[in-house]
């Protein structure tokens, strides 16, 4: 989270995160340099994915450069892909792309190798995400497990013909309210915890901005009861809930929604899409804020072609393909700035004022946080 002087608690100052979104749409007079070194020149990939995070330009552009033939499966949550992990004893993929802050529920099943840093292009990645990576989680033991992919938010998704968009007067409390009943589109777990970040900043539930649910489990379940009564006598706000990108954009494009707490990716391309009947906004509590890795898991069979894909993408005109077509942000240096106008107009619009500043960072979350907070979060989706 960002403290007073302007610098992020994770690493992430406000200038370098303002450089990410001023992308100029300037076009690249030459393709990127890449060694021999930094890519494999043959052999096959197996990537397990989030469902709107590679799109076929990425992997013409892989595997052009390349040589290597891209296999891609895709996923909706990171419970889901550590569960799949799990099952199969950390086999079938080469490399998996889960939340940095999930790393140690990762390794508490040894579902995870150490990365070898000499064989990644680590200059390539902005100096703050690779540190802030660390912090959150990617580094266990002395020992890198994951390097960062992109980082990204979930705020406010709403539709201006209905709801006005004003940054400082909206929030997560502005779901909950009468006007929006069957209008509102989230996803149960993290709901829960914008209302917890709602009800601290009114002064109706202290809890050090939620964070202090990450350190005790016995101080989380106190917070989380209330959040969650709170959450189910206002449940008829709910027109439907969403667990992944594809159930965000439904939820507003076909079942009704005119306000959602949602991911930035599926919001800032519906933005695109609608010429800005449908933008996204930063509540005055903070965005919430991930950051998403890479990973190699202990049945990977192909390793230096995981080594490959991680080293195209830490080329900028490569992430900001990335960029360009998910609406996510980089952690690649210069992606920002080849991603084009709109993505440039899309940040600034999501992140007005001191919003940059605010950003709520997600912290590592141990094991037994993800099992409390399914719990409460199955309890929602059944009440």
């Known amino acids: 989270m960002t403290d007073g002087s302007g610098t992020s608690g994770r690493g992430l100052g406000r200038r370098r995160v303002l450089e990410l979104g001023a992308a100029t749409g300037v076009a690249v007079a030459a393709p990127a340099i890449v060694s021999p070194r930094a890519l494999s020149s043959s052999g096959v990939l197996n990537l397990y994915t989030w469902s709107d995070y590679v799109y076929p330009e990425m992997v013409e552009s892989f595997t052009k450069q390349t040589g290597i033939k891209l296999n891609v499966a895709t996923y909706g949550s990171n419970d889901e892909v550590l569960n799949k992990l799990r099952a199969s004893a950390g086999k079938g993929f080469d490399l998996v792309m889960p939340s940095v802050t999930y790393t140690p529920a990762w390794l508490a099943h040894n579902l995870l190798q150490p990365l070898d840093e000499s064989k990644i292009k680590v200059a390539g990645v902005i100096p703050s995400m690779w540190k802030s990576s660390a912090e959150l989680g990617a580094v266990a033991g002395g020992k890198r497990y994951t390097a960062p992919f992109n980082w990204g938010t979930e705020a406010i998704c709403l539709d201006t013909t209905v709801v006005k968009p004003v940054y400082g007067e909206i929030s997560y409390g502005t779901l909950w309210q009468p006007e929006y009943r069957g209008k509102a589109t989230v ?77 930035d990716g599926p919001a800032m391309r519906l933005r695109s899409e609608s010429k800005g009947r449908y933008t996204y906004l930063a509540p005055k509590e903070g965005a919430l804020t991930w950051m998403d890795g890479m990973s190699i898991p202990v049945g990977a069979e192909n390793i230096e072609q995981a080594y ?76």
């Open 187 to 263: 996803r149960a777990h993290s709901a829960l915890l914008g209302i917890g970040l709602y009800l601290d900043s009114i002064g109706k539930l202290p809890s050090n901005q939620m964070r202090d649910t990450y350190k005790d489990e016995k101080r989380m379940r106190e917070v989380y009861e209330q959040c969650l009564a709170f959450a189910i006598e206002r449940k008829k706000n709910i027109v439907q809930f969403w667990s992944n990108a594809q159930e965000t954009e439904a939820a507003f494009l076909q079942n009704g929604a005119v306000i959602g707490q949602t991911w």
């Open 308 to 383: 490959a894909w991680m080293n195209w993408y830490y080329t900028p005109e490569n992430a900001a393909i990335h960029v360009r077509l998910s609406g996510y942000n980089a952690v690649t240096q210069g992606a920002a700035e080849l991603a084009g106008a709109e993505y440039a107009a899309n940040f600034k619009a999501a992140y007005p004022g001191d919003a940059i500043e605010k950003l709520w960072w997600y912290p590592p979350e141990p094991p037994w946080f993800i099992a409390v907070r399914n719990e409460f979060r199955d309890r929602f989706l059944s009440a």
